[in-house]
């Protein structure tokens, strides 16, 4: 050992002796008390919390749970710490529910309609911008247990601001934070299990949730397949230009004019959507100034 060392370190165990280790844990048996109680009431007050939360869920969604821990497991988030038991089983099983309700809905109530409308109709009523609107409307996003809280409230607030300008469904232009949409599917799981897999229960449930539900005269078609519709009756050349893996964006030329360019640095699928929507709206502008029949 370094000789200049050795005295600091003689000094150093000199201080901490029985004596001073005695006189300090005296100071810290006095505080003690306080700070454990504290902690004691500040899990309480987290409990009575978590309690209110699922009260209030209940009311919302008006079913009252026999296992209130399913609920509660229904709004946690894998991010809310490594022990924590997530949604995503019951994700799992809301969304095969749901899927399965959904399809024994339309099937009863539309016995004249094709497989063709229904597939694209069911899709509507499930898909994730659906899912997140209904969590928005009642609140879900209030009561999510989870471990990103900035990140995750940025992508919800972005969400809820740009729903105005779509009332029913954007019909893929706007990105839905999944998120929202596990949470719906997840407290249709809950429902499920805990009612013993009741689907009847369980679709009382979820109709609450997802009104409006989206009917046959609500449904719109996709704005691609739209432009590609339009432009084939009047004979117009579409080409589609993806430029998303440099700048998050898309291209759409109709008769070598452009058209309509879309943006979503996020998904892909939206940016394509973006650039035909715009586009499809161009053209419909271009036919109805020239009177032709669109």
Known sequence: MESWLRPFLAQTLNWVSTQNLHKYGAV??????????????TKRALQDDKSQNVEEVQK??????????????????MSYHKDCISYERLEYVGDSVLNFMITKEHFFKYPNLPPGLLSPLRAA??????????AVKHSFHKYLQHGKPILTLNLIQSFINVLPEYPLHSHGLIDAPKVLADVVESTIGAVFIDSNSSIDTTWEVAKILLEPIITPEMLETNPVKKLYETCQ?????????????HDGSFEVFVDNQMRGKGMCHVKKEIALNRAANKAYNEVIGMLSVGNMNI
């Open 28 to 41: 810290l048996n006095r505080f003690l008390p306080g700070i454990l109680e504290n902690v004691e009431a």
């Open 60 to 77: 919302i969604i008006g079913y009252y749970f026999n296992d209130r821990n399913l609920l509660r497991q229904a709004f946690t988030h």
């Open 125 to 134: 009523n499930v898909d994730t911008e659906k899912l997140a609107r209904a």
């Open 233 to 245: 009756k009047h004979k117009l050349k579409v080409q589609v230009v993806d430029m998303w893996s």
